[in-house]
Antibody
């Protein structure tokens, strides 16, 4: 059974940092591009970032470029999102996803507030 | 960044009616366009990929069409479980999602 399990969300003050993790199982993690997608409360889906299978290629939405860093550890089957200089508008549920296989995690909530 | 514009924002229909949802891209995405369904509290579910191909297990009442910049998702006869929010997504240049169309019960 395919599973994507996010962790690391929580409450953080504006300007703070947080690192999200996504543990993958049930598929060959090391051969797929992986993505982070977020959804603010009551709002639509927004693509955040992606990384290729070996970590050599990354992409970011303009809204997070320079503040967020995506990475992966294929030995641990884990995807990461390092989020720095967080803003109130980054408040959202963050999903990790294998878009090619349509596998999504359950999401982890990040709240940026003082 | 490619912008996807979905219309209408809300569609009020009755079960059994036909639903037609539109997605317009700010530049050509060829046929690299997908449609997702999302229900409250759930992750999105892929319905259509490459503009017109149904994903595994998706009923035949869902169909997609279009290429270039204009795309359509059609639900031929709405079932009660189809009332949800629908998003288009392009993968021609990184990824972007449209703003969504809510299909609600009239």
């Amino acid at each position: 059974e395919v599973q994507l399990v996010e962790s690391g969300g929580g409450l953080v003050q504006p300007g703070g940092s947080l690192r999200l993790s996504c543990a993958a199982s049930g598929f060959t993690f090391s051969t797929y591009w992986m993505h982070w997608v977020r959804q603010a409360p009551g709002k639509g889906l927004v693509w955040v970032s992606c990384i290729n299978s070996d970590g050599s290629i990354t992409g970011y939405a303009d809204s997070v470029k320079g503040r967020f860093t995506i990475s992966r550890d294929n030995a641990k089957n884990t995807l990461y999102l390092q989020m720095n200089s967080l803003r109130a508008e980054d408040t959202a549920v963050y999903y990790c996803a294998n878009i090619a296989l349509d596998h999504w995690g359950q999401g982890t909530l990040v709240t940026v507030s003082s | 960044e490619i912008v996807l514009t979905q219309s209408p924002a809300t569609l009020s229909l009755s079960p059994g009616e036909r639903a037609t949802l539109s997605c317009r891209a700010s530049q050509s995405v060829s046929t690299y366009l997908a449609w997702y369904q999302q229900k409250p509290g759930q992750a999105p579910r892929l319905l259509i990929y490459d503009a017109s191909k149904r994903a595994t297990g998706i009923p035949a009442r869902f169909s997609g069409s279009g290429s270039g910049s204009d795309f359509t998702l059609t639900i031929s006869s709405l079932e009660p479980e189809d009332f949800a929010v629908y998003y288009c997504q392009q993968r021609s240049s990184w990824l972007t999602f449209g703003g969504g169309t809510k299909v609600e019960i009239k």
